[in-house]
């Protein structure tokens, strides 16, 4: 059973670019968290979706910032300017939402570099 | 404000003896606990969890702790392989609402 698959695994773009990083999440799931992990920060949360409805989105940084789930198979977190300080590892996590169930499943993340 | 929080950056364990991995947590509404171990270029894996209700879960080499008066959890390893080597993180949540807290992280290396 194949887990969760983010792409790309790596990004350069320059400063000022558009990024944007692409989730498909585990099959049956139905929670979708994005994550961002920096030396600074550790692993903090951006924002989650439960059936593909944005619920929590405190995390995000700033405007430059969004996410979309258009469908239960696909999640995408975009960055439009991108700029130096947003380099980071970006984590695509889903779990099944259900009472007692906490376990995330992480895919393997997308290495964000802006120059 | 870090509600979970890891403060041994690494550790170094020889192989087959025990490691013990710590955390602890400021928030008192937390009351279900994970351990995540990620590999290099991987994402986090799920290791092992408990509830508030208990004191200890054990798998196979892998046993947590937890000692809520003292806000404070542990990850043991016994015994300790090479392929353990990784980094371990602790999160917490309260139970029924989503969103984990993830602590800064513990790279644990065993040494032949």
């Known amino acids: 059973d194949a887990g969760v698959i983010q792409s790309p695994r790596h990004e350069v773009t320059e400063m000022g670019q558009e990024v944007t990083l692409r989730c498909k999440p585990i099959?049956?799931?139905?929670?979708l968290f994005w994550y961002r992990q920096t030396m600074m920060r550790g692993l903090e949360l951006l924002i989650y979706?439960?059936?593909?409805?944005?619920?929590?989105d405190s995390g995000m940084p700033e405007d430059r910032f969004s996410a979309k789930m258009p469908n239960a198979s696909f999640s995408t977190l975009k960055i439009q300017p991108s700029e130096p300080r947003d380099s980071a590892v970006y984590f695509c996590?889903?779990?099944?939402?259900?009472?007692?169930?906490?376990?995330?499943?992480f895919g393997p993340g997308t290495r964000l570099t802006v120059t | 404000d870090q509600q979970v929080k890891q403060n041994s950056p690494s550790l170094s364990v020889q192989e087959g003896r025990i490691s013990i991995l710590n955390c602890d947590y400021t928030?008192?509404?937390?009351?279900?606990f994970l351990w995540y171990k990620k590999y290099p270029a991987e994402g986090p894996t799920f290791l092992i969890s408990?509830?508030?209700?208990?004191d200890k879960n054990e798998d196979g080499r892998f046993t947590v702790f937890l000692n809520k008066s003292a806000k404070h959890l542990s990850l043991h390893i016994v015994p300790s392989q090479p392929g353990d080597s990784a980094v371990y993180f602790c999160?917490?949540?309260?139970?029924?609402?989503?969103?984990?807290?993830f602590g800064q992280g513990t790279r644990l290396t065993i040494n032949p």
């Open positions: 928030n008192s509404m937390f009351d279900y």
């Open positions: 999160a917490a949540v309260i139970q029924g609402a989503q969103k984990l807290v």
């Open positions: 099959s049956g799931h139905n929670s």
């Open positions: 996590a889903s779990k099944i939402r259900q009472g007692g169930a906490y376990e995330q499943y």
């Open positions: 979706f439960n059936n593909n409805v944005p619920i929590d």
């Open positions: 408990i509830s508030s209700i208990k």
